[in-house]
């Protein structure tokens, strides 16, 4: 055909991209000519193809439908008298050494008419994209797993997150903790916010939610007073920001609540001790971020709660992290990043503690649970920075662990706020003592006196009045043994005993001092465990003299040892008058006391069970209690038996 030889037909077919012409001849479809960037495409530069059948110069693997696809689509060319293009499709050709490969291509075939109007040629133009297609699967899949990873994290950030779609405002995301606070669970994703989200809470923030969304300007508010459905009164700091992706309206809003009640509490407290002692308080993260489905949307959310992230590789001890984590170590923004690089950052005190916890937390034995506060000292900026790490380690179907990641948040302020607390509490503390034992030594001196003259009336007043000094000494020591666990001046002082004798010491101590209840102590064995002899001891007078005070006169309190899964475990049984389940999970809280009509008359300050449980904590043991109103409480804990402390 006299076209082809047409200089601007050559110059446009002799291009760098593959191009052959074919006759119209069904089924042969002979090759009449084609060009160098065809042959390098298709691994023939030293085989001649003209006058070829191009569906047999290059035979089809059976393993696809290649060869068929082919047909098709040149049928279809000269059937339509139109251009034909074909979607990627899979066709096998031979690569240099012979050996038949699959390849990714993509074809345009544009039928060539001769004077007559009937079809004679095809020109077929086609690339191969094999390489170009497995660059974009490896990267799609990099993204994947990416987006898991930030899915990972954002499930464990101690704040609760929900994204709301639409002007419908559609649930599409939520996170434990919000749920948590909606008292919902997640068939609620899907559905409209305002429809499905009715508590005292979302009364608060439901029209400005909607205002955001109307106008796309953010809302903060640092603290919202909220009662559960339970009728507990709780505090939250609330951040709902619009997602505009570029645009003018927002299309989305992201809603970041922080439960504050702890600090709030502390606040509160703080003011009844001393009203110049209440501007403590935690620091209200300013969040004006988004979280959507996809990996920057995450990190975004991310950086705006001003949350610092890890990922550790057990294996080669090296850790990914976002960039606030690495801003507040003072790392390089290497992709990966040895662990003890950042362990040398935290300061000498809480370093061997930290490594210590991560090793346990790699150990499935113990759970994976990570959660640990400590002090970071960046070299670059010298101010102490206190950090709470928490995170959950990922084992294997063998029970090893794969991996490890969580979250980082800065605790400073809130850390400082409570030194000074606990400092106050300290001094009226030491104040009060010097008077009280003064004044207990003038009783005693009138005691003698009374006993001297058989004044039977001062005698029974000076025992009431030396009673009432034991229980405000008591009170004081209490709150002194607080401040001085919290400024971690309570020294565990560990060596290896029976914990048996211990509790036959306890048992001559109950029967000889308790008169009102029956004491029953089973029958021990001889159970060694490496802990504090006298805070054990402490721990264990605490319960049972918990017992006697909630249960009845005459009722029976039955103290139990035994071991189990390499653990020492106690328990303190009382017929008292149990405790509900909304109080079980602050019963260990510090200050915390159950209210009802029953308390009134029972004295206290919500010490005890905490100075118990922190104890317990520094011996590597576990605190709990099962209970049921009405029907009494038992009291646990554990130690680890021979476990050295650190």
Request: contains cysteine; negative net charge; glycine residues 6%.
């Amino acid at each position: 055909m006299k076209a082809f030889n047409d200089p601007f037909f050559v110059a446009l077919f002799n291009t760098v991209v593959p191009r052959i012409i074919v006759k119209a001849n069904i089924p042969d479809f002979t090759i009449v000519k084609y060009n160098q960037a065809f042959t390098l495409a298709t691994n023939t530069q030293f085989r001649d193809l003209h006058g070829k059948n191009v569906l047999h110069a290059f035979p089809s693997n059976e393993v696809n439908d290649g060869l068929h696809v082919l047909t098709e689509a040149f049928q279809k060319a000269i059937e339509i008298k139109e251009p034909v293009s074909r979607p990627p499709f899979s066709y096998d050709i031979a690569d240099a050494n012979g050996n038949m490969t699959t390849q990714w291509w993509q074809m345009e075939i544009a039928p060539i008419a001769g004077q007559e109007g009937t079809v004679e040629y095809l020109l077929i133009t086609t690339n191969n994209i094999t390489e170009k297609r497995a660059t974009v699967s490896e990267r799609t899949s990099m993204l994947l797993k990416s987006e898991a990873r930030l899915r990972s994290i954002f499930e464990q950030a101690p704040l609760a997150f929900c994204i709301l779609t639409g002007e419908e405002l559609i649930i599409e995301l939520a996170n434990d903790h919000m749920l948590k606070i909606w008292g919902k669970r997640e068939e609620v994703i899907g559905l409209p916010y305002l429809l499905v989200i009715e508590d005292s809470l979302t009364a608060e923030y439901k029209k400005v939610t909607k205002e955001v969304f109307k106008t796309g300007k953010p809302y903060v508010n640092h603290e919202i007073k909220a009662t559960t459905a339970n009728g507990k009164e709780t505090y939250f700091s609330f951040s709902a920001q619009p997602i505009t992706h570029g645009q003018d309206t927002a299309a989305s809003i992201l809603i970041i609540i922080d439960d504050i009640t702890d600090a709030v509490l502390v606040r509160k407290e703080n003011e009844q001790v001393n009203e110049q002692l209440v501007k403590g308080s935690e620091a209200i993260l300013e969040l004006n971020s988004s979280l959507v489905k996809s990996r920057g949307d995450l990190l975004f959310a991310l950086d705006a709660a001003g949350l610092g992230t890890f990922d550790l590789d057990p294996v080669t001890l090296t850790f990914t992290g976002n960039d606030q984590l690495k801003r507040w170590f003072g790392l390089d923004r290497n992709e990966k990043i040895e662990l003890s690089i950042a362990t040398d950052v935290i300061i000498e005190e809480d370093r061997q503690r930290v490594i210590d916890t991560i090793a346990r937390t790699l150990d499935v034995r113990y759970g994976g649970t990570y959660d640990i506060d400590y002090t970071i000292l960046n070299p670059e900026n010298p101010v102490p920075r206190v950090v709470r790490a928490k995170g959950k380690a990922l084992f294997d179907a063998k029970g090893k662990a794969i991996r490890l990641s969580g979250t980082l948040q800065d605790i400073t302020e809130q850390k400082r706020d409570e030194v000074r607390k606990n400092d106050f509490i300290g001094m009226v503390s030491h104040e009060l003592k010097t008077p009280l034992t003064s004044l207990k030594a003038y009783i005693q001196l009138l005691q003698v006196k009374a006993n001297k003259s058989a004044d039977d009336f001062a005698i029974t007043s000076l025992n009431k009045a030396n009673t009432q000094i034991i229980k405000m000494t008591s009170m004081i020591n209490s709150f002194l043994n607080v401040s001085r666990l919290e400024s971690s001046q309570i020294h565990i002082d560990s060596r290896e005993f029976d914990l048996s004798k211990l509790i036959a010491e306890a048992e001559d101590d109950a029967l000889n001092t308790i008169t009102t209840h029956q004491i029953v102590f089973e029958k021990l064995k001889p159970t060694p465990v490496n802990a504090d002899y006298d805070k054990i001891g402490q721990v264990i007078n605490n319960l049972i003299s918990n017992a006697v005070k909630y249960s009845p006169s005459g009722s029976t309190i039955t103290v139990a040892s035994n071991t189990m899964d390499g653990m020492a475990q106690l328990s303190v049984k009382d017929e008292g008058m149990g405790i509900s389940e909304k109080d079980i999970a602050r019963l260990f809280d510090r200050y915390y006391r159950v209210e009802g009509d029953q308390m009134r008359s029972i004295s206290g300050f919500g010490i005890g069970l905490y100075l118990c449980s922190e104890i317990i904590q520094r011996h590597q043991g576990k605190i709990w209690v099962e209970s049921e109103l009405g029907k009494g409480s038992v009291f646990y804990f554990s130690l680890p038996i021979h476990l050295t402390l650190t």
